[in-house]
């Protein structure tokens, strides 16, 4: 569900201390977009929320959701956007964002 190789890539590549504000970053913007899917998704923006939300989840290793994104991208782009099931790519990064941050120090420290 984490890619913590690319975690760890991401780290190593900013640095310790600047990594936490990049997570912080990434949990704030992509809270944004996951709320605005939650409260008034829009058919006409779907294809491009979940672009920007599979790149920001594949810059910070959330690989499961960034699957579940890039599925939904393809179907708004193919004209089926109200074909996406957007309660379970919200379930995914739930789910994922739990476990990040559940497991996010122990794997830091390793």
Wanted: proline share 1%; glycine share 6%.
């Amino acid at each position: 569900m984490i890619d913590w190789a690319q975690v760890n890539t991401l780290r190593d590549d900013v640095g310790k201390d600047d990594f936490s504000e990049i997570v912080e970053i990434f949990i704030e913007e992509v809270e944004e977009v996951i709320n605005r899917l939650r409260n008034t998704s829009s058919l006409d923006t779907l294809g491009d929320d979940l672009h920007f939300l599979k790149g920001s989840a594949l810059n910070l290793g959330f690989s499961v959701f960034s699957d579940h994104c890039q599925k939904g991208e393809t179907a708004a782009a193919a004209g089926k956007a109200a074909q996406v099931d957007v309660s379970a790519i919200l379930s995914s990064y739930d789910t994922s964002k739990t476990l990040f941050l559940a497991h996010l120090p122990a794997k830091l420290s390793a």
